[in-house]
């Protein structure tokens, strides 16, 4: 008898899995909360380390998913879930009942909402924008102040809500660091006259290929990057944006005129993830992302039975990451079909 | 015998065996969120002393951590106890109470010569 595995989420795990799933002859429902499937994939414009288009991505994953095994269910979010012994059943916002013999879980990460860091002026001052909004800028070839002027003088901000126990997380993103030296290098390229400044606590580059990204935007595009942990930004009387750092390497406080601050928002548990906790008894830890049964060969399995994790909804991870954690889980899920165990 | 003018400078090293880090300790014990800091420099960024003094808390930090008391001593009367840096510090640390600490330790060490 042919299997049935619902996948929640239609970002790059989710499509990931069901693709893989659906090679394999395991039929697949895909249930996505927006109208379209490729999750963050859709909101940036090129991919670090190596800066190419994230629409190749996007464009690998749908071929992966154009397959007559999958049912695509978008705009359509899970109500409840019940297990009953060796199936689970769904019901969806739209009111669809479906059955299935395995639940994947990959609804993804949301990232950070950067106005809860009040101190940087997110939605209080013009100019300041999150590393997704840079990328939209990106996208749509336009790098302009609110006032239309080019920026001169652009300062990025790592660590906007991860590492932060004001923000209640204390845990690190690990993609902001190598984001920020990809858009750094990109605001370079697109803006030759510009002067780009990253402040960090830490350089995190423990990823193949971001230690030389970091080094060419020293090398080729000249990015400066200041030791110290951005306190606040202000607004100055001629419409730019004065923030307070310390320069910790120097030793003294620094203080600074730009006229565009990027803020390189951390990665948080998805809304929707944490509703799906709550609905399916799902563990989470303190970081709010779902606990796996074990951190080093358990990443995929959940607490309950049939269902499994692939992607974000884990911990933070970049493309390639969540693609490889989704494979894993697809061999825990046919592991599961096959045998009835997690 | 001759004398020109020649004299041994101290070192600029931390020396750390000879260090005395009692100070260290009893801030550790009392204020366990002093081991937090990972030197940032908010606090130092925020700090309203730190930008017309030669003050920096984030020093301040390291330099009880080392032991290096002489300079302890120095700054820690500049800080005016206004607590912003311990509303800006990412890793909760409670900066202010380690100045209060600090403070009280040394007051103590100086009547006493303990």
Redesign the interface.
């Known amino acids: 008898m042919r299997k049935h595995v619902i996948v929640i989420g239609g970002g790059v795990a989710g499509l990931e899995v069901a693709g893989q799933l659906s090679k394999v002859g395991i039929d697949v429902s895909l249930i996505e909360k927006e109208t379209k499937t490729g999750g963050h994939l859709n909101n940036w414009h090129r991919l670090f380390p190596d800066r190419r288009k994230s629409s190749e991505v996007k464009e690998y994953l749908d071929g992966m998913t154009m397959r007559s095994e999958i049912k695509l269910l978008t705009d359509t979010t899970i109500e409840a879930f019940r297990r009953t012994r060796n199936h689970f059943s769904v019901t969806t916002n739209r009111g669809n009942e479906l059955t299935a013999d395995a639940i994947i879980v990959a609804t993804g990460f949301d990232l950070f909402k950067s106005a809860r860091k009040e101190?940087y002026g997110y939605g209080i001052y013009n100019n300041v924008i999150t590393s997704a909004d840079l990328e939209k800028m990106f996208t749509n070839d336009k790098i302009v102040l609110t006032n239309g002027n080019v920026p001169e003088t652009i300062g990025i901000v790592h660590?906007v809500g991860s590492?932060?126990?004001?923000a209640g997380n204390l845990y690190c993103s690990k993609l902001c660091c190598v984001t920020a030296v990809k858009q750094a290098i990109e605001l370079r390229e697109y803006l030759p006259e510009s002067k780009v400044f990253c402040f960090y606590?830490?350089m995190r580059m423990g990823g193949a290929f971001y230690e030389e990204l970091y080094r060419e935007a020293q090398e080729k595009w000249g990015v400066s990057f200041i030791?110290?942990?951005?306190?606040?930004a202000s607004e100055t009387i001629e419409n730019k944006l004065l923030i307070?750092?310390?320069?910790?390497l120097a030793?003294?406080?620094?203080k600074m005129k730009l006229n565009m601050l990027v803020l390189m928002a951390g990665m948080e548990m998805s809304e929707g993830g944490k509703k799906l906790a709550e609905i399916g008894g799902l563990k989470t830890g303190e970081n709010r992302f779902f606990t796996s049964s074990d951190n080093h060969f358990g990443s995929n399995v959940s607490n309950v039975k049939g269902v499994f994790y692939a992607g974000t909804c884990t911990s933070p991870m970049n493309i390639t990451e969540t693609i490889s954690h989704a494979r894993a889980a697809v061999v825990e899920v046919i592991g599961y079909l096959k045998n009835g165990e997690n | 015998m001759d004398k020109f003018g020649f004299s041994i400078s101290k070192g600029r090293q931390i020396d750390y065996d000879f260090n005395n880090r009692r100070l260290a300790e009893y801030i550790f014990e009392k204020e366990p969120s002093f081991r937090l800091c990972i030197e940032c420099g908010g606090c130092s960024a925020t700090c309203t002393t730190a930008n017309f003094t030669a003050f920096s808390l984030r020093e301040l930090n390291i330099l009880i951590k080392r032991g290096e008391n002489d300079q302890v001593r120095n700054n820690l009367r500049k800080c005016m106890l206004c607590g912003k840096c311990t509303l800006v510090c990412p890793r909760g640390v409670n900066t202010r109470n380690i100045v209060v600490l600090a403070k009280n330790a040394l007051q103590k060490y100086d009547e006493y010569e303990i």
């Open positions: 101190e660590c590492r932060d126990e004001k606590m830490d030791r110290g942990k951005v306190s606040e307070k750092v310390e320069d910790t030793g003294r406080p620094l």
